[in-house]
C-alpha cells in the first residue's frame, strides 16, 4: 500500500481513495470532485496567497482555479501525474494570465 500524503491523511482517505476519486473526478463526477476540492483547497490558497497579498483576489482567483479545473476535468489525465500537480499547473496558468506569476517560477510546468 503507498503511503498516504499528508493532504490524503487530512480527508482521512486511503491513498487509494483518492486514486479512484481521481479517475472519478476525469469521468466529471461532481461528488468525486467536490471531495478532491474540499482536500486541496487549502494547498491551492496557501499557494495564491503567496504570491497574491490581497485575501479577498486570492480568495476570487482560488475560486476561478477550482471553476476552470471542473469545466476541464474530462481533459484531467489520472495516469500521467497527480491530481495536486494538475491543479498547481492550473494555478500557474492562471496567476499568469493575470500577470501575477514570476515566470522564473514556471518550472514545474516545463518538466511535465
Known amino acids: 500500500m503507498a503511503q498516504a500524503s499528508p493532504y ?9 481513495d483518492f486514486e479512484e476519486l481521481e479517475r472519478r473526478v476525469a469521468q466529471r463526477d461532481a461528488a ?3 471531495t478532491l476540492r474540499r482536500a486541496y483547497q487549502g494547498l491551492v490558497h496557501k499557494f495564491v496567497e503567496s504570491k497574491v497579498p490581497n485575501p479577498s483576489l486570492a480568495s476570487e482567483i482560488t475560486s476561478q482555479i477550482f471553476r476552470t479545473a471542473w469545466e476541464k476535468c474530462d481533459r484531467y489525465a489520472w495516469r500521467d501525474f497527480s491530481y495536486h500537480v494538475w491543479l498547481i499547473r492550473i494555478t500557474n496558468k492562471e496567476l499568469d494570465d493575470r500577470g ?8 514545474l510546468d516545463r518538466v511535465l
Not at 8 to 16: A, C, G, I, K, W
Open 32 to 34: 468525486a470532485f467536490d
Open 8 to 16: 490524503h491523511r487530512t480527508m482521512h482517505l486511503s491513498t487509494e
Open 100 to 107: 501575477l506569476l514570476d515566470h522564473r517560477e514556471q518550472w
